[in-house]
């Protein structure tokens, strides 16, 4: 880094969502599907993913996290603005 520039720090995103019961997995799929595509088009980059507990609950409800960061402020306001422009992805939180 050459003196006076300051790389831009990033600014994390979290998607904490709650499977219904038995349909984790279905919601890992569809996410990374449907909804980090879009995710990826908006500047946003996804660093890590867990699934609680670390197995898929049959009949119980598994939590997935996504951590995405942005390119500090101004990208996080990109994302922001870019969404809300976006009839699909409106839908895909409805759903």
């Known amino acids: 880094m050459s003196a006076g520039s300051e790389a831009t720090p990033p600014v994390f995103v979290i998607d904490d969502l709650v499977a219904k019961p038995g349909r984790g997995e279905e919601l890992l799929r569809a996410y990374l599907a449907r909804y980090a595509p879009g995710a990826r088009e908006r500047g946003?980059?996804?660093?890590?993913?867990l699934v609680s507990p670390a197995y898929w609950l049959p009949d119980g409800s598994n939590r997935l996290l996504f951590v995405?960061?942005?390119?500090?402020a101004a990208g996080a306001w990109r994302m922001k603005h870019a969404g809300r422009q976006d009839p699909e992805l409106a839908a895909w939180w409805t759903e």
Do not use: E, F, I, Y
């Open 44 to 49: 946003m980059t996804l660093v890590h993913q």
């Open 68 to 72: 995405w960061t942005v390119a500090g």
